[in-house]
Every structure is written in structure tokens, then in C-alpha cells.
């Protein structure tokens, strides 16, 4: 059985995940995070999967749904979506960590007759092969297996670091330790036995890196680790996300997406096929199918649905599902969430200084990329600079100056609600919102 822990908030990708669980963070284009490890299990020959969620779970539910895509949708085995729950005689509260929440779902994998559990992070971007590793967990009798790999050491501040000795036992641990030890760190892609599962999980060990390997390694259990050279990357930052998507264009990308013996599986909707007009240039780029290119993309991911009118610019720059660019606007070196538009003329990405931190969340906006929450509309002629966050749902009226400058922050105004999704199609709505701004010439709130 494979239990993907997939409740993560994520808060280090900010905006991104602040509607969706990490997970569900749409990646390569028409991807989702969790499907590599789905796509993992599947073709490792592992149909038995428990995805835990709690985090912000519907667009995971949606996503996933009954497994279909990865062939998951059966009657012995299959996928199963698990969520917190209260039981009878405990308080309701969410799960305290990763160890928690396996504590809480063991009845689920006590009746399940494997022997054998891969637990596995549903936010990570990998391809493995888990029948090698398996393999080696029961060739040493192991309690528990651990995938390791190196990583730079400026990394290695943010996760477990281990040492092992000439047998690969594990025999020192570091949780996300200031000064590392070693460059050697764990993936959180674990085998345990069944027994040792049961053994060491308990009220007061919530966290596998931090509470329950550490008593492991303590108390004289049979850890290992098992090294793995393949692709790996943690995309727990806008840096690293942003840095792993552009990583997909080079001519020849460490993760190669097209290998047809490892398909990376999704759910995938119906859409026409990508259309690149005559205005158009492309460059070194992904383009999803359903998009429509009229204008100029240079080094940047689309997912499906994307409309780049006539004179747009598109550079360095991660655009989501049925976000629209119009004529004229520039964008640089930004993420955009789903279904966001970008009026005529706009310019997102403006200046060369880079260093300005973002001063709502200088510790995860700071590198120059700005980040556009999902469905805001960013109106004609606005010019925003690096590091800015503009929230979900903006719209013209939320803005009081035609200059966003760099660090800012933009958020809908208190006491505007949300508006509804409605049947208006993007151009309609922006139109509408541009005229509402008025006499306020229509333009932005640029907090610190």
C-alpha cells in the first residue's frame, strides 16, 4: 500500500496555495504537483493508494476524484481519499504532523494485508521507481527505509540529515538543523513495515522527521537509507518552483516529461488543440493545449486555455489555466494564478532592481518574481514591479495609482466582497470593473 501525505498548506508558496493545498499547486503546465507521485505508484505497479489531505482539499478531491487518469478507479485497491475526522472520546482537532495523521488512519492500512506501507510526500516533483527500493528495505530486513539523495548544503537547513554507515544504516539524524552535519538529506519518501508502524507510532510523535525516526534510530530499530540519483526537486518555495519550471525548457530537461515508458499521468480536460497565429513568435517555451497565442512567448510555461492577444509579451513567466494577457501588455518574470487577466498596456514585472523584498512576506518574495493570485484582473495601463503580490479576486477598484511599485502588495479592499463566479466572459468583467473604478481612475491600492 502507498499512503501520500498530500495535507500540506504550503505557506511558503504563498498566494499559490493559500486556495489549494500544496499538492494541488498546478505545475509543468497542465500538471498538479501530486500527480508525479501518483504517476510514481502507477507505474511502480502500486494500485493501492491512500491519499490523506486537510489542507484546503476540494481542488485535490476534484482533481484526483475517483483516480480515473492513473487507472485507480477499481473495485480492489484503487485510491481512496482520506480527510480528519473526529472519533468517538478525542478532541476534534487537524492532524498535528505526518506521523499524526498515518496514527490516525492506521485502522485503514490494519485491514489492508500488505505488509509492507510506502509513505510518500504528495509535493514533491520526482520520478522513481519504488520496486527497487521496496526490495532493498526487505533485503535488509529493515523497520524502515529511507530515500536519500545529496542536496546543496544551502538547502539542507530545511530538511532531515542523516549520516550512514559502510551496511547504509542510518546511524545520525539532523532535523532541518542550522549548521549540517552532511549534504546528505532525506527525501520524506519512506518504506515501513507494518509492525514498526505500529510499534513506534504514538500520541506523542507527530512528526516523522522529527519525533518518530529520531526514537527509531535511538532505540535500536533497523533504519536505512537508500540512495536515489534520479530527478528530485522540493518546489516548497516561489524560487524553487518558479527555478523548476524553467528547468522543463532547456534542450535537454532533467525531467523528461515525455519519456513514453513513464508517463506522467493527469486529468486532463477536453480542449482544442494549442493555436499559435500569425502575429505570433514562441520561443524556447511549453504551450498547453487550448491555448491561443497571438503575441510574443519567450521562455515560459502556459498551461491549457491561456490567451496571448496580439502585441503581449510573455517572458520568464509561469502562466496558469485561462489567464488572458491583452494586447499590448507586458508580462516579466511573474506567476499567474488561474483565470487572471492582464488589461491592455499593463505591465507586470517593470524595473531591473530585484532586491526589493516583498514587505507583506520578505521571506518568500524576494528574488524578483511577482506572483498574480488566482482570478484577479489587473486593469489597463497599471505598471508593477518585482516582488509584488497581487491577491485573488482584485479587480480595478482595489487599486489607487497607476504604479505598483516594487514590494507592494495589492488586496481587495475590505468590505468588497468576493465577487461570484458568473457567466460574463473575462473581457465583459474587466470592462465592467475598469468602469466601476471611475472617477478613481480606476487603479490600485498598493499597500506595504
Keep these: 500500500m ?51 489531505t486537510q489542507y484546503n482539499p476540494r481542488s485535490l478531491n476534484d482533481h484526483i476524484g475517483l483516480g480515473r487518469p492513473w487507472d485507480l478507479d477499481r473495485n480492489t485497491g484503487g485510491v481512496k481519499m482520506l480527510q480528519p475526522y473526529i472519533a468517538r472520546g478525542r478532541v476534534a482537532e487537524w492532524y498535528r504532523g505526518t506521523a499524526d495523521a498515518v496514527l490516525q488512519n492506521l485502522n485503514v492500512m490494519e485491514h489492508d494485508p500488505s505488509d509492507t506501507i510506502v509513505l510518500l510526500a504528495g509535493d514533491h516533483i520526482y520520478k ?3 520496486q527497487p527500493f521496496v526490495a532493498a528495505h526487505r533485503s535488509k530486513r529493515a523497520d524502515v527505509t529511507i530515500a536519500v539523495r545529496r542536496v546543496p548544503l544551502s538547502d539542507a537547513t530545511r530538511m532531515g540529515i542523516l549520516a550512514m554507515d559502510e551496511t547504509s544504516r542510518v546511524v545520525e539524524w539532523q532535523e532541518k538543523p542550522k549548521q549540517p552535519k552532511s549534504d546528505l538529506a532525506s527525501m520524506g519518501v519512506y518504506v515501513f513495515s507494518k509492525r514498526a508502524l505500529r510499534r513506534w507510532l ?49 534542450d535537454s530537461p532533467e525531467l523528461d516529461m515525455y519519456d513514453k515508458e513513464w508517463l506522467i499521468h493527469t486529468r486532463s480536460e477536453e480542449r482544442a488543440p494549442a493555436r499559435v497565429g500569425a ?13 491561443v497565442v497571438n503575441g510574443t512567448v519567450v521562455n515560459s510555461v502556459l498551461s491549457p486555455g491561456v490567451r496571448i492577444d496580439v502585441g503581449a509579451v510573455v517572458r520568464d513567466s ?73 491577491g485573488g479576486d482584485v479587480r480595478a477598484a482595489d487599486f489607487v495609482t497607476r504604479v505598483v511599485k516594487s514590494g507592494s502588495t495589492v488586496e481587495r479592499r475590505e468590505g468588497r466582497r468576493a465577487p461570484a463566479v458568473s457567466a460574463m466572459s ?9 468602469q466601476s473604478a471611475g472617477a478613481a481612475d480606476g487603479m490600485a491600492r498598493a499597500s506595504g
Excluded at 473581457?427 to 470593473?433: G, K, P, Q, T
Design 2 to 52: 502507498a499512503v501520500i501525505l498530500a495535507g500540506g498548506e504550503g505557506e511558503r508558496l504563498s498566494i499559490l496555495s493559500s486556495v489549494r493545498a500544496k499538492p494541488a499547486v498546478p505545475f509543468g503546465g497542465k500538471y498538479r504537483i501530486i500527480d508525479f507521485t501518483l504517476s510514481n505508484c502507477v507505474n511502480s505497479e502500486i494500485d493501492n493508494v491512500v491519499v490523506l
Design 426 to 434: 473575462g473581457d465583459r468583467e474587466a470592462e465592467n470593473s475598469r
Design 318 to 390: 509561469i502562466v496558469m489555466f485561462d489567464s488572458v494577457i491583452r494586447s499590448g501588455a507586458v508580462v516579466d518574470r511573474a506567476i499567474l494564478d488561474k483565470e487572471v487577466t492582464i488589461g491592455p498596456g499593463a505591465i507586470i514585472g517593470e524595473g531591473t532592481d530585484m532586491t526589493i523584498p516583498n514587505r507583506q512576506e520578505p521571506g518568500r518574495l524576494f528574488t524578483g518574481i511577482t506572483v498574480i493570485g488566482k482570478r484577479a484582473i489587473v486593469p489597463r495601463g497599471v505598471r508593477i514591479g518585482r516582488n509584488v503580490k497581487i
Design 128 to 130: 522513481m521507481d519504488y
Design 279 to 291: 502575429t505570433s513568435q514562441v520561443h524556447r517555451s511549453l504551450i498547453s493545449h487550448g491555448c
Design 202 to 250: 504514538s500520541e506523542d510523535r507527530i512528526d516523522f522527521g522529527g519525533n518518530v525516526i529520531p526514537a527509531m534510530i535511538d532505540g535500536g530499530a533497523r533504519v536505512f537509507g537508500y540512495r536515489f540519483d534520479g530527478y528530485w526537486q522540493d518546489v516548497g518555495t516561489i524560487q524553487s518552483y518558479w527555478e523548476a519550471n524553467m528547468a522543463l525548457l532547456e
